[in-house]
């Protein structure tokens, strides 16, 4: 892993620092906590990883005195104590381990550093001050490389064995979070580590949501029902959304699931190195716009997947990023209207050297059940 903790190094520069400061706190709940598995490999609950000009401390507590031993590369480990809080005991170990030198500034990313740990290392470190940066690690981390890319293929097959064998149990009666219990199930049993994210189960009106968490609600012939599951498989995610009808599609819905997948379809085979990622979610938007529905398609068009099940690249229509090779990002129009039902659907598309493959291989046809 010292080749991404270097890869971050070479940045220190660019953003006026000379140290890094990344955190997973274990007594928060912490979505975004990917960067030091991405950087120096742990996956512990409970960690802070200092990058300074030459080294690098990756700090835990005693429950992960083996694993860290086994996952940690490129970083010295350090079995830190107690505190006030986990963030105190880090501050505290920084402080005080003598073989720990802080000089000069110190990153850390607005959006994962708490404020509980600013606090601390700022009344710890006065010579030391902590500059703001804004998904640095993720930028790095957007551009895969081979074995990432294996790994997401991996989750992606898992997530289209588990959509395919679900289709025999989408059926009038069963309730949302029975079909959600079963993604759940299914992808740990076909070799995930677990889901990638809760899946999202939604029929009927419910898939006017476009992130309807599944309900008691019982699926009902002539529903729509979205299904948006992914898994993590290596450490990597997929996310794929499939649209199918129970029982026969009237031609509102056929309609509908005609403009989204044409949406989806030239938006993901306009996926290649260059490509603007503002301009392939205006051209997904166009097509539903000129059809008629652009004021139902409220989201953007995509994100990138990785360690992370949203990450850098996103796909919206303000963004000034371009497509790389070795980008994996999702393409996922869709249509939403409260009083009649909600259309998504979503693949994960490698940004190869001269294109785009699509991963997803389930069926994108309207599929009726
Ligand atoms: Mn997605």
Same mark, same amino acid.
């Given at each position: 892993?010292?080749?991404?903790?270097?890869?971050?190094?070479?940045?220190?520069r660019?953003?006026?620092?000379?140290?890094?400061?990344?955190?997973k706190?274990?007594d928060?709940?912490?979505?975004?906590?990917?960067?030091?598995?991405?950087?120096c490999?742990?996956?512990?609950s409970?960690?802070?990883?200092?990058?300074?000009?030459?080294?690098?401390?990756?700090?835990?507590?005693?429950?992960?005195?083996?694993?860290?031993?086994?996952?940690?590369?490129?970083?010295?480990?350090?079995?830190?104590g107690?505190?006030?809080?986990?963030?105190d005991?880090?501050?505290?170990?920084?402080?005080?381990n003598?073989?720990?030198?802080i000089?000069?500034?110190?990153?850390?990313?607005?959006?994962?550093?708490?404020?509980?740990?600013?606090?601390?290392?700022?009344?710890?470190?006065?010579?030391a001050?902590?500059?703001?940066?804004? @998904?640095?690690?993720?930028q790095?981390? %957007? $551009? /895969?490389?081979? =074995?990432?890319? *294996?790994?997401?293929?991996r989750?992606?097959?898992?997530t289209?064995?588990?959509?395919?064998?679900?289709?025999?149990?989408?059926?009038?009666?069963?309730?949302?979070l029975?079909?959600?219990?079963?993604?759940?199930?299914?992808?740990?049993?076909?070799?995930a580590?677990?889901?990638?994210?809760?899946?999202?189960?939604?029929?009927?009106?419910?898939?006017?949501?476009?992130?309807?968490r599944?309900?008691?609600?019982?699926?009902?012939?002539?529903?729509?029902?979205?299904?948006d599951?992914?898994?993590?498989?290596?450490g990597?995610?997929?996310?794929?959304?499939?649209?199918?009808?129970?029982g026969?599609?009237?031609?509102?819905?056929?309609?509908?699931?005609?403009?989204?997948?044409? @949406?989806?379809?030239?938006?993901?085979? %306009? $996926? /290649?190195?260059g =490509?603007?990622? *503002?301009?392939?979610?205006?051209?997904a938007?166009?097509?539903?716009?000129?059809?008629?529905?652009?004021?139902?398609?409220?989201?953007?068009?995509?994100?990138?997947?990785?360690?992370?099940?949203?990450?850098?690249?996103?796909?919206?229509?303000?963004?000034?990023?371009k497509l790389?090779?070795?980008?994996i990002?999702?393409?996922?129009?869709?249509?939403?209207?409260s009083?009649?039902?909600g259309?998504?659907?979503?693949?994960?598309?490698?940004?190869?050297?001269?294109?785009?493959?699509?991963?997803?291989?389930?069926?994108?046809?309207?599929?009726?059940?």
């Amino acid at each position: 892993m010292l080749h991404r903790i270097d890869a971050l190094r070479r940045k220190f520069r660019s953003l006026g620092v000379a140290n890094f400061l990344l955190t997973k706190l274990s007594d928060i709940h912490h979505e975004g906590s990917s960067s030091i598995r991405y950087l120096c490999g742990f996956t512990g609950s409970n960690a802070t990883l200092l990058i300074t000009g030459k080294d690098a401390f990756l700090l835990t507590d005693g429950r992960y005195v083996t694993q860290a031993k086994e996952q940690v590369k490129g970083a010295t480990v350090i079995i830190s104590g107690g505190g006030s809080s986990a963030a105190d005991g880090f501050v505290r170990e920084l402080k005080t381990n003598k073989a720990i030198k802080i000089r000069g500034r110190v990153g850390f990313e607005i959006a994962r550093l708490t404020y509980d740990m600013h606090r601390s290392f700022t009344a710890a470190f006065p010579s030391a001050p902590l500059v703001e940066t804004t @998904a640095v690690v993720e930028q790095i981390a %957007a $551009v /895969k490389e081979a =074995a990432e890319i *294996a790994a997401t293929r991996r989750a992606v097959e898992i997530t289209d064995k588990v959509f395919n064998s679900l289709l025999s149990d989408i059926k009038p009666g069963v309730t949302e979070l029975e079909i959600s219990a079963e993604v759940t199930y299914r992808h740990m049993k076909f070799g995930a580590e677990g889901d990638a994210f809760e899946p999202i189960v939604a029929s009927g009106l419910r898939s006017a949501l476009p992130h309807g968490r599944a309900s008691m609600k019982k699926i009902k012939s002539g529903e729509f029902v979205t299904l948006d599951i992914g898994c993590i498989a290596d450490g990597y995610t997929s996310d794929m959304t499939r649209t199918v009808v129970v029982g026969k599609a009237s031609a509102e819905q056929k309609k509908i699931y005609a403009i989204v997948l044409d @949406a989806q379809q030239r938006a993901a085979e %306009a $996926v /290649k190195p260059g =490509a603007g990622c *503002a301009d392939l979610d205006l051209l997904a938007r166009k097509i539903i716009t000129d059809a008629g529905y652009g004021d139902y398609f409220t989201h953007s068009l995509g994100h990138g997947i990785g360690l992370e099940v949203h990450g850098h690249p996103r796909l919206f229509k303000n963004s000034k990023d371009k497509l790389v090779t070795g980008n994996i990002v999702t393409i996922e129009p869709g249509i939403y209207i409260s009083d009649f039902g909600g259309v998504r659907i979503e693949d994960d598309v490698v940004v190869t050297a001269d294109g785009g493959e699509i991963l997803n291989k389930s069926p994108k046809h309207l599929i009726e059940l």
